[in-house]
């Protein structure tokens, strides 16, 4: 329960840290708001009346203040450039990315997990050699390669999808998730790579301890040992690994929605810096640094559950 | 037991795969449905457009900053007088305009029957309040001046009287730029409301805008029942969706791309409507020499431009005037500066400025500014000036480049805001806070004051051209081109044209 109480003090500074850099990050790189609205038909003196319009001619802090504001009472503000409110137009992108999010952690699991076992209780060493490399190889590419690659194979050469022509899940769940296939596949890949690795060598490892033996010699068949004792050990690292995988996943959505042309909050993050659009920016950061601190939050709460000697710590 | 558990995330994983593949199926049979749909004409023709840019935007008609919302934006609302795609303003929702022989007093008819899309009656108190809000707080500053010309406005019952302090002949123009709103509706931002061909439905944030047919629409009632603009902000996503079938119509296509155009569409040729150039900051040394600037216009062969980014195609300006702006497009300015690098050198040497080197600053956004500058780099070494490209992202163009006027060269081009020579040409004048290179000379505000205040039309349009021309004597910028535009358009439709401003008219469109 202390702990609890602690790690929820962690996030709420957490996030304001990271609201408040997002926030200074913006006086450092040129251009405002009203340098992309005005675009070439703008003077000093429309630019400044605009910038008042926006109440941007108010000191920095004052106006983090004001955000922090309304943002604790759940009011996100207004996008400068939509006119838009920010909740509105988050609640069109977040299914998006949470659906990409959800479905990569969904195919890095349900393949990763199989293929890791498999792996570890083959003991031959061709397959060894095979494993290794093919997992080498997939985790050096990063996700947005395979992306780039799965557009032109599967896009533009066999045309299995239009890229760009994504349909949202409020029209068409199925064509929605069967366009979000690829690019959650190129998020998962690298970590199905690293997951398999993983589990293959802890499970090796398991296998050589002595407990292994006294279970082998009190008759219990080898998938019961794997089952009942060597996975629950060999399973706390991996599903430390998967929790990080799944914070990780979200942020790689960013840049896999632009390969794949997703309008999810990743691409509304890049084109809102890209405008200096503030109140947008700030709310995505600050929801994604939230989902982070969660997520590994409840990476600890499950070793906690799984690991006795963490419980009785 | 065991066994069948993991048996079963086996044919998960599997049954997964399997997905994909019957789920790329479904992708493509819906696509093919959708154009079944289009087929069918009558009552409800939907139609699919492919835009290249978001909204990202008020859409709130005062407050439209971006060519990209204004284009599209065309549809929703009008003025009392609209432009149509010869360039001419005809009556709106006016139904009816005269000027007075001074050039003073505008009177306008409203027209009976004009519907908001919210359903309210249009009425003379509608058209003043318009005025009054648009006068407050538009973004254009050529419009918020004309505005502020206006000595009177009052209403007779559906009869709008304008009174101008001074004649301006090319008052018709801001009266287009002047949309009709409803009074006192205040969401224009986010749910516009006009009177045009189609009403506003709905918009997704990078994904898409959707208008329907204004069935109460006073004119020619639009053939198509729903547009829905699909956006692209990446062009080679828009290039395939339009290519796989997905959409009825792109525009602001490239020639590679139609050229590689593989399903039978329609390619319609036109221009973009900018002044593409090389700009130079006149205001910087060694640019503030006129011998330097004639120099690299003699230098840079525009013909040679238009052969390797566009193969052909575009057209050439001469000045800060494109073609399609016909009445005040002057010919004779486009070859003043025939491709010569001997006589390049000769002049740079005579300016002192042999062995001249500078940067050309280009946002790295707009690909064919960026190619245009490649090949303007390569033409400049042929002519010894040694020219380097820094390819800058928008934002920082805008900020640095544009309003910081931090620059010594630039390609960029220059599109017209509304429908006046106004809006290429006050940009130059000494005193405009919009004069990015700093371009100073009296002689050239002195002529285009007059082409301003000359009454006379055909006057007016000397006194224009021979502003134009000051630019090209001078040597402003060196001018390559308006870049050509092409537009897709599914056979089964017919009806595209283009404006000699930012639009595109989707009330023209109709089932071929």
Known sequence: MKQLGKKLFTLIITLLIVSLLAFLAFQIIPGDPTTKMLGTNATPEKAAQLRSQLGLDRPVFVRYFEWLLHFVRGDLGISYTYKMQVSEMLSDKLPITVLLTVLSFLLTVLIAIPLGIAAGRIKNRWVDHAVLIADQLLMAIPPFFF??????????????????????????????????????????????????????????????????????????????????????????????????????????????????????????????????????????????????????????????????????? | ??????????????????????????????????????????????????????????????????????????????????PDPDGNFVDAVASSHEISEDGLTYTFTVRDGVIFHNGAQCTADDVLYSFETCAASTTSTAVAGALSDIADISADGNVVAITLNAANSSFLSTVSSVSIVPKDYDSQATAPVGTGPFRFVSRSVQDKVVFERNDDY?????????????????????????????????????????????????????????????????????????????????????????????????????????????????????????????????????????????????????????????????????????????????????????????????????DAAYLSPDALLQRWVSTDGSNMIGYSNPDYDEALAKAQSTTDDSEQTEAYKAAAKILSDTAANVYIQDLADFVALNPEFTGYEFYPLYAVDFSKISPA
């Open chain 2, 1 to 82: 037991m065991a066994k069948k558990r993991i048996a079963a995330l086996l044919s998960a994983a599997v049954l997964a795969c399997s997905l994909s593949i019957t789920g790329f199926g479904a992708t493509q049979e819906t696509e093919a449905g959708s154009d079944i749909k289009t087929a069918s004409s009558g009552e409800t023709v939907e139609f699919v457009v492919g835009i290249p840019q978001d909204l990202d935007d008020s859409l709130d008609p005062y407050q439209i900053t971006a060519a990209g919302t204004r284009e599209v934006m065309f549809n929703v609302f009008e003025g009392l007088v609209k």
């Open chain 2, 218 to 414: 006073y004119g020619e009632k639009p053939a198509l029942s729903k547009v829905t603009c699909k956006i692209y902000e990446d062009n080679n996503a828009l290039f395939t969706a339009v290519d796989s079938g997905a959409l009825d119509m792109a525009f602001h296509l490239t020639v590679d791309q139609v050229n590689n155009l593989t399903n039978g569409y329609n390619v319609i040729e036109g221009e973009m409507n900018l002044v593409q150039a090389l700009y130079l900051n006149n205001a910087k040394a060694p640019f503030d020499d006129v011998k330097v600037r004639q120099a690299l216009c003699y230098a840079i062969d525009v013909d040679a431009i238009l052969a390797l980014t566009e193969d052909g195609h575009g057209a050439k300006l001469g000045s800060s005037v494109y073609p399609s702006f016909s009445k005040y497009f002057d010919e004779s300015l486009v070859d003043a500066y025939p491709y010569d690098p001997a006589k390049a050198a000769e002049l740079l040497n005579e300016a002192g400025a042999s062995g001249l080197s500078f940067t050309i600053k280009v946002p790295g956004n707009y690909t064919p500014h960026v190619n245009t500058a490649t090949v303007i780099v390569e033409l400049l070494a042929a002519a010894g000036v040694n020219a380097s490209i820094e390819q800058v992202d928008w934002q920082t163009w805008l900020s640095d480049v544009y309003q910081g006027r931090n620059f010594e060269a630039t390609v960029i081009g220059f």
């Open chain 1, 147 to 313: 992306g780039i690659l799965a557009c032109f194979l599967f896009g533009i050469i066999f045309r299995f999808f239009t890229p760009g022509n994504f349909i949202p899940p409020s029209e068409d769940l199925g064509a929605s998730l069967s366009y979000l296939l690829l690019p959650a596949l190129s998020l998962a890949l690298p970590r199905i790579a690293m997951t398999v690795k993983m589990l293959r060598g802890s499970i090796q490892d398991e296998l050589t301890q002595n407990y292994v033996y006294t279970a082998r010699s009190r008759g219990l068949s080898q998938w019961g040992i794997l089952r009942r004792h060597v996975l629950r050990n060999a399973m706390i690292p991996v599903i430390t690994f998967l929790a990080v995988s799944a914070a990780e996943i979200m942020t790689g959505t960013i840049i896999i929605e632009q390969v794949f042309t997703i309008p999810g909050v990743g691409r509304l993050l890049l084109s809102s810096i890209g405008s200096r659009d503030f109140p947008v920016v700030q709310a995505i950061v600050v929801i994604m640094a939230a989902w982070i601190v969660i997520v590994n939050f409840a990476a600890d709460l499950l070793n906690f559950l799984i690991d006795p000697r963490r419980r009785a710590g």
